[in-house]
């Protein structure tokens, strides 16, 4: 079966440039009026898109199939007006990460989830975009190869993929930034630096002093809050132990496991996803209680797994983001507003006893 898939996926490797010229008429489609429009001929779709007329030929039939679009012999091909669901709605486009992203955590899918309802709630048409590209002027060029009026771009992970949203800012197209940190963009994200220092500051005036430090190596939300963490530690002039920062993640849990079995009677957790399962296991494991001996600060993914928890956690204004986040593409489309602005939400609290 393994090699049947893998054959399978060979044999259908071309299937990229088909698709690009079917979202292109998709999109046309998506955006018609009440008259039929003349799309380009077959030579002109295959020089344009880079691609042979056989190419162009398989996309066509099954867009007419699809009844995107409509023939009349002798004079052309054109768009259907009674071919799509979606007219006249804009559509404003989601990427994830570097765009190359096959599955989605609980994280994601939360916050793609607010961001469709409220983009919808404008009635706004969503797509989910993949990219192929690796350079920030390829990658600019491909979300304008996606024919969408607007852009959220989810945690660009790279500097290439904050490069390739300044560009697309620079051009004046509409483009928002989540859970990132670029000059000069429209961002929203939320405090993390202050909300690390706070929660930090507060275990500390619990008496509590063997508190881990337990996230992502690299990410720019793991250092933020990092910073915050060290800094609630030097205001109260107390020795932060090094070793209670643990952020390889291959060895993430091992190493929290060897802090305990070294016999550190660690009294707090902080947690920055994806570790709250690992974590909570090894506390399971160990017998250690996380209500009054071992406090948890931990994001709200995976502690259902874990019926007995105790602790604080810290929840995403998704729902805020993703208002925020259509209200301003919107605002972009409609009356070419460009300012650029950084906008940031505080967690949500709740302490669950």
């Excluded at 990658?139 to 852009?151: K, P, Q």
Aim: net charge neutral.
């Amino acid at each position: 079966m393994v090699e049947k898939a893998k054959k399978s996926g060979l044999k259908e490797a071309p299937l990229a440039d088909y698709m690009k010229i079917r979202q292109y008429v998709v999109s046309l489609s998506e955006r018609g009026g009440t008259e039929p429009v003349l799309i380009p001929s077959m030579n002109e779709l295959a020089r344009d898109f880079g691609v042979t007329r056989m190419t162009v030929h398989k996309a066509l039939k099954e867009l007419i199939k699809d009844k995107h679009l409509i023939v009349r012999k002798g004079i052309g091909t054109y768009i259907n007006p009674a071919g799509s669901s979606y007219k006249k709605n804009r559509c404003i486009g989601i990427i994830v990460g570097n765009g190359r992203h096959c599955f989605y955590d609980s994280f994601y899918w939360e916050m793609i989830a607010e961001l469709g309802k409220a983009v919808a709630a404008k009635r706004l048409n969503v797509k989910i975009i993949n990219l192929s590209s690796s350079t920030a002027e390829e990658l600019a060029s491909e979300v304008h190869a996606n024919w969408i009026d607007g852009l959220i771009w989810i945690t660009p992970n790279t500097g290439v993929c904050c490069d390739a949203i300044k560009i697309l800012h620079d051009e004046k197209y509409p483009v928002v930034a989540m859970h990132a940190d670029i000059e000069g963009v429209n961002t929203i994200s939320v405090e993390l630096e202050n909300h690390a220092y706070e929660i930090t500051k507060k275990l500390i005036g619990e008496g509590r002093r063997n508190i881990v430090f337990a996230a992502l190596n690299g990410a720019l939300s793991s250092e933020k809050q990092l910073k915050g963490f060290r800094k609630a530690f030097e205001e109260a002039s107390l020795k932060l132990n090094e070793k209670l920062i643990i952020s390889e993640s291959s060895e993430l849990q091992k190493d929290f496991e060897t802090i305990l079995d070294y016999g550190i009677k660690v009294d707090a957790v902080y947690i920055v996803n994806p570790y709250t399962r690992e974590i909570l296991e090894s506390l399971k494991k160990y017998g250690i209680d996380t209500g009054t001996e071992c406090r948890i600060i931990a994001e709200p993914f995976y502690i259902d797994e874990f019926p007995s928890f105790r602790g604080i956690v810290r929840e995403y204004p998704f729902k805020e983001e993703g208002e925020l986040a259509a209200s301003i593409l919107q605002s972009m489309m409609e009356k070419e507003d460009f300012s650029a602005k950084e906008h940031l939400f505080d967690f949500k609290l709740k302490i669950l006893n």
